[in-house]
Each structure stands twice: as structure tokens, then as C-alpha cells.
């Protein structure tokens, strides 16, 4: 069967075509948008082929074959076979994308170099060191301002003029100082060159900014898939059943058998035998005839062609499974089948029963005794089980169906009566609920409601109108009076007008009669804050835990005082002093009269914490008993 194509265009005009999607296409041809639609979904993966048979795919071939010629075979038993190639098609898909790189070239960077001298350098880079420069020259511009001031000249133009470190832009990997400029230029103190006037100067490298370029291209892809067309030979049912063989014998008129033999009759051993000797064979009569003219013209031989065709076949040949060498079936009988004996390596007629049927997991067999057994040890309910226990049961639930309903309602129709009759009872009974209103009532007035009234009992029917309650109306509250800026308190039975627990008394003297809970701020001796725990006021905090209280007073919590240190000791800020060891003062320098230390005899009340740092000896050593001295700043903090 030759392939018929009416257009390559199209697989729909494919009638009769092998197809085949090759391995090393790039794309599959589902991928392709250049490849027809309908030949994707025919043949679409790489390395598959297909087989199209009357312009649809054939069933049994559209899959991938590995290896060989493919080959679909009918269940009629014929068989379409790969012909000759036909043709080939390349579909190719184009992609075009931009792609962007980018590309930094460094900037040019300049050796390190200094211009010029004295104050008037050109480029440098000038550090002070605390002396401040006047003047109008470039010295006194770049170093004005004292300590670590720095400036920077280049060719001339003076690029910043700073005024501490931190305006430095960093530092290279050497620890030299860095600075950019707004145009992206960097420069770098290099080496030092001089000194003059409080300031040294430095040469300096400048480095130009990197350039960074990019650039978009666009770039193009091209992916492609390869199909070939084959033609298909078909053949039928009947020639796969039975095979021919067709030949063609050229056979010269006459056989020259040319011998040399001796006197004696022996075979000459030179004897030999020509070409022409031979009955040739072809295998069609095409072949035949240029055997023929070989013969004629290259040894003068005159032939005759002979066609000869023999075929074997199911329908001149009988075969029968006692022909296959490894089949033991001398005299089959009905129902058997062949089964394997591996002890003689043939097939052997046998007739199965169940001992030779293997049971699996879903696919068991039983037994009469098998099922005896099995429903032997279960407990199914028997015959004569419910005979017995249907009356029982049946006047069981009859009972509880009554449960002592008197006789006029222990019945459905009597039941049916109570409802009048009305199989929709549940619905009607919900209209007249949902109809029902406060007049509908018998207690209450049909007087119409205003907004905001309330049902009120007038003595003999609840009747719309306005409630006067208040808090002592309430059943938990208690009708006792309230006070001023009384809340009410739970008394452990009932809410009653009260103080509330728990407030606070800012106050230089403790609250008489406190309530658990209460709070106390002292802000006059002490600065902390304490809670009254039924017995006793807890301190909560003060100045000693860092609070900031101040008093209004000399020596009161919170303030500060020049003290002087009235025994000998050497103390740290931070230290603490009790006031007893203390003396007011002012300070002054050792001389022949500790009065010009200011030192008083008045110590002061409380504790004291040292806000500097002090040594305090005997004043024995000076000819002064007796006296210590040592002064400092002191904050109270109890």
C-alpha cells in the first residue's frame, strides 16, 4: 500500500503515511507552533511514531518504538509494515529575547602627588592638630577650627574643609582616610610630606568614578522538529497466515561438462568447470532475463526460463500441537487443558480440579464444611431464635409505645382526633404563635406603647409606661445612702456605697486608718512608694532604686549638698555615707588655717551617695587634730 498524500501541509490530507517524530529534533512537536496542530496530537513526543491509516491515527500504533521497524498488526491478524521514505519536513520555531549585560570599567586613578608648599599648597590633603590658623592663604581655610580639623586642595580648588573625622568617607584597607566628592571622585591621604604652623600635609590620590554601561541585544533562539514520511505496505490476514516463495530458473539447453582424462581413463587434474556449467537462479523474471543476456552474450549459452512458486500455508498445510518437539498430548480428551511438567520439559494434556486451583486474596473459594465452620463461630441469629422472641419483643415495644397513655389517647386515630384532624398541627400551631402580641395576654392592657416605655405593673395589669428604678431598686445592691465620690463596693453580700480601695495619698506623713491596698507616696522624707499590707506600709520604691525626687529644702531626699568627709577613708562615686559622717562645706587648697576649707561642725540627717571622688585623712599630719578632709558633691537618698 503506497502512501497517499494530497499535501504536505496539512495531516489531515496524510490517508495512508508512516509518520515518524525524530529523536534528535530539539523540540516536541506539541511545543511547536509551527508544526500543524493536528500532526502535534498525532505524533507530538520525540521519537515517536505514528500511523495513519485512512487520515486517522491508527490505534494499535500510535506509541513509541524502540528499536526496529515499527510495525501495527489488526486484530484480523494483517499487519501494516514501514515502506520506502517518502519525504522529510524541518518545522522551526524562532524566539527572540533581549538580554541585557552591564559593564564597569574602573576609573583612571592618579598617582599619589603633592603640589606645592608652605601654606599655599595646590594639592594636598592638611590635617591640624589643634592650633587654629589665620590668615587668607589656603592654610588657614583647610585647618581653621582646632582639634582634627582637615581639608582637602586638588589643582588648586579647595574640595571640602571639615570639621571633625566623622566626616571622613571611610578608610582604605591601609587605614588612610577617604573622602568623595559630589562628582563621584575619590581621594585618598597618601603619604606625609611636611609640617608647618600646627598642621601636617599629606600628597593625595585621586580616583575618577567607575563607569558602568549597558547594554540590550536582542538574541534569537531556533528550535526545531523533524518528522519523516514513510510509505506502508500492507498485508492482509491471509498472507501473514501462509508464506510464498517465488523464483525463477534460467537453465541452459544444453550442460557442457568438459573433462580431460587420461589413456588409462583417469580424471586429468586439470580439469574444470565453467561458469556456464551453473543453473542460475532469480528472483523475478526482470532478474531472469539479464541472467539470460549474460549467458547468450558472454558464453554463447541459449536458455530457457523456468517460473517456479511454491507456498506454505494454512490452507495446504496441517499442523498440530503433537508436531512441537516440546508438547506430550497423544490423546486429548474434552475439557483438558495443557499444563507445563517441569520434571519432562513438556506440555501435558491434564484435567484440573479445585486441588489444583491456587486461592488468592480476593479471588478464595468455600467449601460446604469450610462455611459450616465458619458460620458455626459466629453467632447468627437463628429460625428458630426469632420464633421464639417475636412475641416478646413485638409486646416490648408496644408497651413503651403506650407508656401509660390513657385509654381515650393510646391510639393513633384517637390522637388524630386530639389534633382535629390536622396533619399540618406543627404549622398551624407555629402561625398562631408567631400571630400572638403583649394584648393578646390576659394580664396585660391593650393601651398603646410610646417609645422608650417598659411593661409597669399599675395593680392590676401590666400596662406600657415609664420605670422609675435606681440602684436600690436592684436586688443586690443595698439601700444605704452614698457619699461624695462614694462607689459602690462589694461588702461580701451586696453592692454598698463606699470609698474606693486602693487610691493613693501623695503625703510627707503616712495615712491614719489605711485599707488594704491603699498607696502612699512619701515625697517629703524618704521619696518611695508603699502599699499598706494590712499590718504595716511595704516599700515599693524610692531615690535608692533609681527614682529622681527632689525636695524643696537643704537635705531633703532627692537633693544635692557639698559635703565633707569627716573620718578617713578613700571613696569612688557611687559610694554611700551616712549624714553623721558628714560635714557641710565649700572647697579650697591646704593652708596654715582649715577654715579656709569652709568646713562646718553641722552634719546632716540621713544617707548620702558620693557624686565624685575624695581621700580624707587625719589632719594630724598637717598639725591640724582632729580634722579630716575631703569634699565633694552628695546626693540624699533616704
Known amino acids: 500500500m503506497p502512501a497517499n498524500i494530497t499535501d504536505y501541509s496539512s495531516p489531515s490530507n496524510y490517508q495512508v503515511v508512516w509518520i515518524h517524530h525524530r529523536i534528535n529534533s530539539t523540540l516536541q512537536g506539541d511545543l511547536n507552533p509551527e508544526v500543524p496542530a493536528s500532526l502535534s496530537q498525532d505524533n507530538g513526543t520525540l521519537g515517536a511514531w505514528t500511523l495513519i491509516i485512512d487520515g486517522a491515527a491508527h490505534p494499535l500504533a500510535n506509541e513509541i518504538v524502540v528499536g526496529g521497524a515499527p510495525s501495527a498488526k489488526n486484530l484480523d491478524g494483517s499487519k501494516y509494515d514501514i515502506g520506502e521514505l517518502i519525504s522529510n519536513k524541518i518545522y522551526e520555531k524562532s524566539t527572540t529575547t533581549n538580554v541585557t549585560t552591564t559593564e564597569t570599567t574602573p576609573g583612571f586613578q592618579f598617582q599619589a602627588k603633592l603640589i606645592g608648599n608652605g601654606r599655599n599648597p595646590t594639592t594636598a590633603w592638611v590635617s591640624g592638630n589643634g592650633t587654629n590658623v589665620t590668615g587668607s592663604d589656603v592654610w588657614a581655610t583647610l585647618t581653621t577650627g582646632g582639634v582634627q580639623n582637615w581639608g582637602l586642595v586638588y589643582n588648586g580648588v579647595v574640595i571640602s574643609g ?16 577617604q573622602y568623595i566628592d559630589g562628582e563621584g571622585n575619590l581621594y585618598t591621604r597618601w603619604q606625609q610630606q611636611y609640617d608647618k604652623d600646627g598642621a601636617t600635609a599629606y600628597s593625595v590620590r585621586k580616583k575618577l568614578p567607575d563607569v558602568t554601561t549597558t547594554e540590550t541585544n536582542p538574541v534569537t533562539t531556533i528550535e526545531t522538529s523533524f518528522y519523516d514520511f514513510y510509505e506502508v505496505q500492507h498485508t492482509s490476514a491471509a498472507e501473514v497466515d501462509a508464506f510464498s516463495a ?51 552474450i558472454n558464453y554463447g549459452v541459449q536458455t530457457k526460463l523456468v517460473p517456479i512458486e511454491f507456498s506454505v500455508g494454512a490452507d495446504n498445510v496441517e499442523l498440530s500441537l503433537n508436531q512441537i518437539r516440546d508438547v506430550s498430548a497423544p490423546t486429548p480428551a474434552d475439557n483438558e487443558i495443557l499444563q507445563y511438567n517441569s520434571s519432562s520439559g513438556q506440555w501435558e494434556n491434564v484435567i484440573l480440579n479445585s486441588n489444583d486451583i491456587f486461592e488468592g486474596d480476593t479471588n478464595e473459594f468455600y467449601t460446604d464444611t469450610r462455611v459450616q465452620n465458619y458460620l458455626n463461630s459466629i453467632p447468627y441469629a437463628t429460625e428458630a431464635y426469632v420464633d421464639s422472641t417475636t412475641s416478646t419483643l413485638v409486646n416490648s415495644a408496644i408497651s413503651s409505645l403506650v407508656d401509660g397513655a390513657p385509654d381515650a389517647l393510646n391510639t393513633l386515630n384517637e390522637l388524630a382526633a386530639a389534633l382535629g384532624d390536622d396533619e399540618n398541627i406543627a404549622a398551624t400551631l407555629a402561625t398562631q404563635i408567631a ?29 406600657p409606661g415609664i420605670a422609675n428604678l435606681g440602684i436600690s431598686d436592684l436586688s443586690d445592691t443595698a439601700t444605704t445612702a452614698p457619699s461624695l465620690g462614694d462607689s459602690l463596693v462589694w461588702d461580701g453580700s451586696a453592692w454598698s456605697p463606699g470609698p474606693v480601695i486602693g487610691g493613693a495619698t501623695i503625703s510627707g506623713t503616712a495615712p491614719t486608718a489605711p485599707e488594704t491596698g491603699e498607696f502612699w507616696f512619701d515625697d517629703t522624707t524618704t521619696g518611695y512608694l508603699y ?5 504595716s506600709w511595704v516599700q515599693l520604691t524610692g531615690i535608692a532604686d533609681g527614682g529622681t525626687v527632689g525636695g524643696s529644702n537643704a537635705g531633703d531626699v532627692g537633693t544635692y549638698a557639698s559635703l565633707w568627709l569627716n573620718v578617713a577613708a ?13 560635714r557641710y562645706g565649700n572647697f579650697g587648697t591646704l593652708g596654715d588655717n582649715y577654715n579656709k576649707f569652709g568646713k562646718s561642725g553641722n552634719a546632716p540627717a540621713g544617707t548620702w551617695r558620693l557624686m565624685g571622688q575624695l581621700s580624707s585623712t587625719n589632719g594630724s599630719n598637717y598639725n591640724y587634730t582632729d580634722q579630716y578632709f575631703g569634699g565633694a558633691i552628695w546626693l540624699r537618698i533616704s
Open 531 to 535: 502599699t499598706w499590707d494590712n499590718s
Open 246 to 296: 517465488s523464483v525463477v530458473l534460467v537453465i541452459p539447453q544444453h550442460i557442457m561438462q568438459r573433462n580431460v582424462t587420461t589413456a588409462a581413463g583417469n580424471m586429468n587434474d586439470g580439469s574444470y568447470v565453467l561458469d556456464n556449467m551453473f543453473i542460475r537462479i532469480s528472483p523475478h523474471m526482470s532478474a531472469a532475463r539479464l541472467e539470460q543476456q549474460d549467458l547468450y
Open 435 to 463: 400571630n400572638l402580641g403583649i394584648s393578646d395576654l390576659s394580664d396585660t392592657a391593650t393601651t398603646a406603647p410610646s417609645l422608650g416605655d417598659s411593661l409597669v405593673w399599675d395593680g392590676s395589669a401590666w400596662s
Open 162 to 177: 571639615q570639621s571633625s573625622t566623622s566626616d571622613y568617607s571611610g578608610y582604605d584597607s591601609n587605614g588612610n582616610p
Open 570 to 582: 578613700n571613696l569612688g562615686a557611687g559610694d554611700t555615707a551616712a549624714g553623721s559622717n558628714l
